[in-house]
């Protein structure tokens, strides 16, 4: 579907441009929400028409995203969810939770203006990128963690908490700890939990096995004792 770009869209282009969308994106989010125009012969006219109109009302837009800016830039979140020992959640963060987060400090954000490549699946601190205009956008960092108090130490030593468990098994003392990636530290312990998951399942297919195995002598058994003695 062709539109008519009524402001900056990143990877889309400039307010002006007339580009080739899918049908759900231009319905779902560019027209709703007074980015774009059919770009229909009507509309072509119209546009050029009021032009002026159009880029004088970008600009206040961009003003008042600006603004927003300001006040949100930096925000600190907290969001808490459930998660294992080795920080992997149970579930996600997802744009929805961090535009909801945005809401209880006061900003009326909607989850299509949080750009998250993938969600949160560990716990830690993130940085993420808010989109306001075309042309203006916020980081905030949100800070994934256990519980109130995980997150407050979180903020405290700029970093996801592993278990002491798991860095006890690791062998670690606590100056090679500050130095450990968290990322790859979670990637590590997810690896191996994998590895001991497929061992046992070796484990219990080969047990499965030699138990299938011994069925017939069994049965060869108990038929040998229930015949009688001729």
Do not use: C
């Not at 927003?68 to 998660?83: F, S």
């Not at 920080?87 to 209880?104: H, M, T």
């Not at 808010?130 to 963690?145: D, F, I, S, T």
């Amino acid at each position: 579907m062709e539109v008519i770009l009524l402001e900056r869209v990143p990877h889309l282009g400039q307010m002006g441009d007339v580009v080739n969308v899918k049908p759900g994106y231009a319905r779902n989010y560019l027209l709703p929400r007074g980015k774009a125009l059919r770009a229909t012969e009507a509309n072509r006219k119209a546009f050029e028409e009021r032009r002026k109109e159009i880029e004088a009302r970008n600009l206040e837009r961009r003003r008042e995203a600006e603004a927003v800016k300001e006040k949100m830039d930096g925000a600190k979140l907290v969001v808490v969810r459930q998660a294992g020992a080795s920080g992997q959640l149970y579930g996600s963060v997802a744009p929805r939770d961090v535009a909801a987060a945005l809401g209880e400090q006061g900003f009326q954000i909607d989850r299509s203006q949080v750009e998250l490549a993938r969600p949160i699946k560990t716990i830690g601190l993130f940085e993420v990128l808010v989109r306001l205009h075309g042309e203006v956008e916020a980081k905030v960092v949100v800070n994934v963690a256990r519980s109130e108090a995980e997150a407050e130490e979180q903020w405290r030593i700029g970093r996801a908490l592993i278990a002491s468990t798991e860095r006890e098994a690791m062998g670690l003392g606590e100056e090679e700890e500050a130095e450990i990636d968290t990322e790859e530290l979670v990637a590590e312990l997810l690896e191996e939990e994998a590895l001991a998951e497929r061992e046992q399942e070796a484990v219990e297919a080969e047990n499965a096995g030699e138990a299938e195995a011994a069925q017939p002598v069994e049965k060869a058994e108990e038929t040998a004792e229930e015949k009688p003695e001729g």
